[in-house]
């Protein structure tokens, strides 16, 4: 309100000044002469119809610029509002890791722009024993703690999943076969590392077993999830807690 009354203001003066030095430089050079009321009409005009006149452009201005500020930041706010729901609904709820559906399509994304790579599916082994025998919240803690050993393992630009209750994805995006098995094995071992407790104090082991296979630049990708879970089945009835990786689709049957 203060700058709309500094600006009125100054408004007010010049048109005043103008009108003094037009009456000035006009009425002689019509032949006429500027007495006392033709001074104060020059004075008071300009200012009974600038000032309220400039006011209240002035005061219109400076709502418009005040409704604009909003508009913008609560457009912002929207903006930043729909980023975050976006990107909740591409999470897991409770690992915040991708979920099924966001996964399989950063992974197709991803095999667009190469086909190299490999795909892990992972699986908390016994994890049936330790929602019942120590109930679910100790079960959804060891989820957590699995999942963050998953993380600790990869690579940076591996992306991970949680694709159901208790089992994961993992894509090692440009892995060779090698590469797939080191990467796997930490995973592994990172959560076999894991330092969990139930309610009590009661050690709980984690472990997990891991089925891979090398993506092939024909596989599709039901042809990579078949392969994977056939290497996963493997590594459970060979006795859980291990990594089996398909080398290729030829092998997997």
Request: hydrophobic share 45%.
């Amino acid at each position: 309100m203060h700058s709309v009354f500094v600006k009125s203001s100054l408004v007010a003066v010049g048109s005043t000044a103008a009108s003094l030095s037009i009456v000035a430089l006009l009425v002689p050079l019509l032949g006429g002469s500027v007495d006392g009321t033709a001074w104060l009409m020059s004075i008071i005009c300009p200012l009974a119809i600038s000032w309220p006149a400039s006011a209240f452009t002035f005061r219109q201005s400076e709502r418009l610029r005040r409704a604009h500020d909003e508009l913008s930041a609560t457009h912002a706010e929207l903006a930043a509002t729909h980023r975050d729901l976006a990107e909740r609904a591409r999470r897991d709820q409770m690992t915040g890791l991708l979920n099924r559906e966001s996964f399989f399509a950063a992974l197709d994304s991803l095999r667009r722009k190469s086909d190299a790579g490999a795909l892990l599916i992972i699986d908390a082994d016994h994890f049936k024993k330790i929602n019942d025998g120590h109930g679910h919240q100790v079960g959804d803690a060891a989820l957590l703690a699995i999942s963050a050993a998953i993380c600790r393992g990869l690579r940076s630009r591996d992306i991970v999943a949680r694709i159901g209750g208790e089992e994961f994805a993992a894509y090692l995006e440009g892995a060779s076969p090698a590469e797939a098995a080191v990467v796997a094995e930490r995973v592994r071992h990172e959560v076999e590392m894991v330092n969990f407790a139930a309610s009590g104090g009661a050690g709980v082991a984690l472990t997990v077993s891991i089925g891979g296979t090398i993506c092939a630049p024909e596989a599709t990708l039901s042809d990579l999830l078949r392969a994977a879970d056939h290497r996963l089945y493997a590594a459970k009835r060979a006795g859980r807690n291990r990594v089996m990786i398909e080398q290729g689709l030829s092998q997997a049957a």
